[in-house]
Structure formats: C-alpha cells, structure tokens
C-alpha cells in the first residue's frame, strides 16, 4: 500500500517490506526465495519488537484521524489522505535516509 500512495506506511513498507523482498542487505542474497528456511525465519524474528511498535503507530494514527483516507486517488493512481501528523511522527524510524554532503559532490 505504500508504493500505492500511502506514504505514511513508509516505515512499514521501506523498513520491513522491503528488507523481505530484497533480504540483501543484510543476509547477501537477493531475493526472499534465496534464503533457506532458517534464514527466513531469523529476518522474520529480527523485526520484533520494534515492526508490533510501527504497526502500533500506524493503527494510532487511524483511530485518532490523524491519517484519514479519502477513498480518492491521484492523477497517478496513488491513493490519497488527509496527513494531520506532525513532522516529528512523518519521520522514519525503521530505516535510515541517507544524506548527501552537495559541498563534497562540488570538489
């Protein structure tokens, strides 16, 4: 639902998701299908207790109309809602954005 429009999955989506999809970055397989059973399970198992916490937040913001979904989409396709959250809870927690130093790209 994320990369459908609902961006305040982004935690759920980018932090957990997609380390499911492409478990590469910390297990150097590619895909899900490449992992042995175990290996699996020990991603799986690695996102708690912090994916109960995100989920948490989530349904939080719901039940408090602090994300109320419109039914509506864009002239994408995506999904619309109306955001009521405030900076500090938009932003991620259960990955890391990576910045980028335009000064050092100069030299």
Known sequence: M???GYN??????LGYGL???VP????????WDDLSETEQTTLL???Y????TEIKKVISWLDT???VLTGMKDEYNHFEYIDSRTE???QPTAYKVATVDNNALKQ
């Open 19 to 21: 380390r499911v999809e």
């Open 2 to 4: 994320y990369c459908k």
């Open 88 to 90: 500090l809870e938009k």
């Open 24 to 31: 590469g970055v910390n297990n150097y397989r590619e895909t």
């Open 8 to 13: 305040f999955f982004d935690n759920l989506g």
């Open 49 to 52: 207790p912090d994916l109960d």
């Open 65 to 67: 109309a602090k994300v």
């Open 45 to 47: 198992n690695s996102f």
